[in-house]
């Protein structure tokens, strides 16, 4: 059985820093897209941040870039966000995702069951 399991997520002041992780079990996806899904309150789920199969390339939505970074390790079946200079807007539930056919996609084969992060003005 697949499984994603994030982990990381709270409650941050603007401006804060938080770190979430996902790992993987049941297959491995070093072959795999995977990446970061969020769903704000009252909102559809956007695509985040993801990352190829061997890390070289990432992708960030413009509302994270440069202060968000996607990394992967392989070896571990693992990914994370680290997210800094958090904004409220940032607020959201976070899912861990793999296997996406588009790389800029929100839409992916496997998900894990999300994590709440709120950020507090």
């Known amino acids: 059985q697949v499984q994603l399991v994030e982990s990381g997520g709270g409650l941050v002041q603007a401006g804060g820093s938080l770190r979430l992780s996902c790992a993987a079990s049941?297959?491995?996806?070093?072959?795999?897209?995977m990446g970061w899904v969020r769903q704000p309150p009252g909102k559809e789920r956007e695509f985040v941040a993801s990352?190829?199969?061997?890390?070289?390339?990432?992708y960030y939505a413009d509302s994270v870039k440069g202060r968000f970074t996607i990394s992967r390790d392989n070896a571990k079946n693992t990914v994370h966000l680290q997210m800094n200079h958090l904004k409220p807007e940032d607020t959201a539930v976070y899912y861990c995702?793999?296997?996406?056919?588009?790389?800029?996609?929100?839409?992916?084969?496997?998900w894990g069951q999300g994590t709440q992060v709120t950020v507090s003005s």
């Open positions: 995702a793999a296997a996406a056919s588009s790389p800029v996609s929100a839409q992916y084969n496997y």
């Open positions: 049941g297959r491995t996806f070093n072959r795999d897209i």
């Open positions: 990352i190829s199969w061997g890390g070289s390339f990432t």
